[in-house]
């Protein structure tokens, strides 16, 4: 099988000198302190102060000047703006809601349907647009992508989650983030909405999960993200299938005038970061190609009540402009630990709106063999050792240490602890907790049982008059193919395999092994010809209902939003009502398929799952495996990796070997220790 290394690295001393002398992708001819936070190079982590908001000024301004820049282009764009844990601030429409119908398709040739491909609103069955919907998850992905070290657009997730990297480039295997885009779900049971009075606690959920549809930003001040901005205008919800060319592409140049004056530090661009030696992209468009000239634009109060207005949407945004939260501080929902639980290591934890932690280590909920308080706080303390220890792979300057949130579940996904370490993107976090409960899930021995017993994933046909279910898909077919696959009857059934997200990664892509292209799909993702990254197989029809019953109940179609939990959600087939089969909480906030996990074990069972997720892909897997081997030691061995004789890699469906982990060479800071997970 190829190997995906993410060895992420600087461009080269000449290529630099010449961006820098241009100040932009592609050498346009910007000069690149015009309109960006030019403070960049003096921040690697420790920025973030209670000044570092965005003010109600701001939120103006940033609208203001994407209402100039769309004006100028004669187009109407709905614009939303989030403080950096998704506190939606704003969000204004030009325009009336008629011109609003937006579609989410991968614009795939041939087309593909069914996932989420082809859902178009408004409708007369729901009459309430997706325009916001897609502009908040836009807004979102700019803020939690990005942090000190690292400034991605929704152009760059859509680079890193397609089927090939980079995409087009046949034989080449998935994006390093393959599958991240079905994170910080409305139904995760991690993330938190909006309570209706004003900005809280977050971080806060995504209706669409992870946007791959380019216009959405981060909004930078003095070096540290304090936000995010996202617009719909051109109707398409999508992703950049050709990333060989520069688009000229509406939501990313109305985006990209808003940020005028908050746009990210030129040297913390995605644009002067390569992995694999290929070059991350983050933005097809610079302040001298705009039609507007931000800087001239008219105040919000003298352009907007003239050409649209702001606008309520259900569960996000009561229609009152506010002022953002400052990260890093209690009322973001995330704060230094004060060396209560982590001292000495820098840590940050989740809090609720009182200022209490919300995931202080615990013991865990399975009895006998159940993980100790005592046991996740030594795992999580040794992880944060290891990240704290080691080289960044996706972060400004060099040099610079890993920055990554690491959850520990027990093995019924119960979270027994999540901890963070300082500027790790926001994203992370209900990331890592969702590898966490993947590894657990697929390692025990119910879990084909669980997914057997989940209602069939449903797929939407909207015409201009309905909205109806088109089919109608069991998530049972998916662990028989899976047991044809492996020739194994009891696959997931016998709890005799230890699973990474890197091994069951392997098997949900199109092509198996990955990034050979003549051979066929593995079990958990859908064929070629049917999977897009709106429509992935197993990863997302464990939790497309979910999402739906959100989508629908923004939209006005359906009464009761979805609770927490996006696991076994069953949709009316007249999508009257939405019900909840589940009670527990093993996959509760979705199942993960990129690296970054391992299954726990205590004498050969199975007690629960570390998820860390943050940095390159290796990096993730390293700080994982080898914060729960250093903890097996400090626990004098009551704990552990899988044995190896269980591990996945010992597998060799259709003749090839699954991978379990994969560490980077001589990860660590002011040492040249080398292959250090060999043997472990």
């Known amino acids: 099988m190829q190997r ?9 001393a000449a290529v630099m000198l010449s961006w820098l002398l241009a100040g932009c992708s592609g050498g346009d001819s910007v000069a690149p302190t015009q309109g960006t936070d030019t403070s960049g190079g003096s921040c690697s982590g420790s920025c973030a102060s209670a000044a570092a908001s965005l003010n109600i000024a701001d939120v103006q301004r940033v609208l203001a000047q994407a209402i100039a820049e769309a004006q100028a282009r004669d187009a109407n764009a709905t614009i939303a703006v989030v403080d950096r844990v998704g506190n939606v601030l704003a969000i204004y429409r030009m325009g009336t809601p008629a011109s609003r119908t937006v579609t989410i398709t991968s614009l795939s040739s041939p087309e593909v349907t069914g996932g989420l491909e082809g859902i178009r609103l408004p409708v007369a069955a729901a009459p309430v647009n997706l325009d916001p919907q897609a502009a908040i998850a836009k807004a979102l992905t700019g803020a939690y992508l990005s942090s000190e070290g690292n400034a991605f657009s929704t152009r760059t997730a859509s680079q890193i989650v397609q089927e090939h990297f980079n995409p087009g480039e046949t034989f080449q295997p998935a994006g390093p983030l393959f599958g991240v885009q079905f994170s910080q779900l409305a139904c995760s049971d991690f993330m938190q909405s909006f309570d209706g009075v004003g900005p809280g606690p977050g971080p806060h959920r995504s209706p669409l999960g992870l946007a791959a549809d380019p216009g959405g ?9 304090i936000g995010g901005v996202g617009v719909m205008a051109d109707g398409v919800y999508g992703l950049d299938r050709n990333i060989a060319d520069r688009d000229e592409d509406l939501d990313e140049a109305i985006a990209y005038a808003a940020s005028f004056g908050f746009a990210a530090p030129v040297d913390r661009r995605g644009d002067r970061i390569t992995v694999d030696g290929k070059t991350l992209r983050f933005s097809d468009v610079d302040f001298d190609r705009l039609s507007s ?10 352009i907007a009540p003239s050409v649209g207005t702001l606008i309520s949407v259900n569960g996000y945004f009561d229609g009152v402009l506010r002022a953002g939260t400052a990260f890093g ?17 820098d840590a940050f934890v989740f809090v609720d709106a009182v ?30 050792d290891v990240a704290n220890r080691s080289r960044a792979q996706i972060r400004r300057p060099l040099g610079s240490q890993a920055r990554v949130t690491i959850s520990v579940v027990d093995s019924a996904g119960t979270v027994l602890g999540v901890v963070r370490t300082r500027d790790a993107p926001v994203f992370g976090a209900d990331v890592s907790l969702q590898k966490a409960r993947t590894a657990a899930f697929l390692s025990s021995s119910t879990a084909a049982a669980f997914l057997q017993a989940l209602p069939d994933a449903k797929y939407l046909a909207i015409s201009d008059s309905a909205v109806a279910i088109a089919q109608s898909v069991p998530i049972g077919d998916y662990v028989t193919a899976a047991r044809a696959f492996v020739a194994n009857a009891n696959f997931l059934g016998d709890g005799q395999i230890a699973f990474t997200d890197r091994a069951g990664g392997n098997l949900a892509r199109p092509f198996y092994p990955d990034g050979i292209d003549n051979e066929g799909a593995g079990p958990f993702s859908k064929p070629v010809g049917e999977w897009s990254p709106f429509s992935t197989g197993l990863q997302l029809d464990t939790s497309i209902n979910a999402i739906l019953q959100h989508v629908l109940f923004v939209a006005g179609a359906l009464p009761v939003d979805v609770a927490p939990g996006c696991a076994g959600v069953d949709l009316a087939n007249d999508l009257s009502s939405a019900v909840q089969t589940v009670t527990d909480v093993r996959i509760a906030n979705g199942l993960q398929i990129f690296p970054g996990s391992v299954p726990v074990y205590r004498n050969g069972v199975l007690v629960g799952g570390v998820g860390v997720s943050g940095d390159g892909i290796d990096q993730d897997d390293m700080i ?22 269980r591990r996945a890699d010992n597998l060799t469906p259709q003749g090839v070997r699954l991978r379990y982990v994969q560490c980077p060479q001589a990860p660590f800071l002011n040492s040249s220790d080398d292959n250090v997970c060999e043997g472990k």
């Open 624 to 645: 994982a495996f080898l914060g729960l081997h250093n903890a097996s030691q400090a626990l004098a061995g009551a704990i552990g990796n899988a044995p190896m004789d």
């Open 329 to 345: 501080q209690p009322a973001s929902g995330i704060r230094a630990d004060g060396d209560i639980n982590f001292p000495g290591q």
């Open 217 to 225: 930003f981060p909004l930078y001040r003095a070096g540290t993200v």
């Open 293 to 302: 000239t931000p800087a001239s634009a008219a105040s919000f109060g003298a």
């Open 355 to 384: 200022n209490a932690p919300r995931y202080a280590p615990r013991a865990g909920t399975e009895g006998a063999t159940a993980l100790t308080q005592v046991e996740v706080t030594q795992i999580l303390r040794s992880a944060l």
């Open 4 to 12: 995906w290394r993410s060895h992420w690295a600087i461009r080269s």
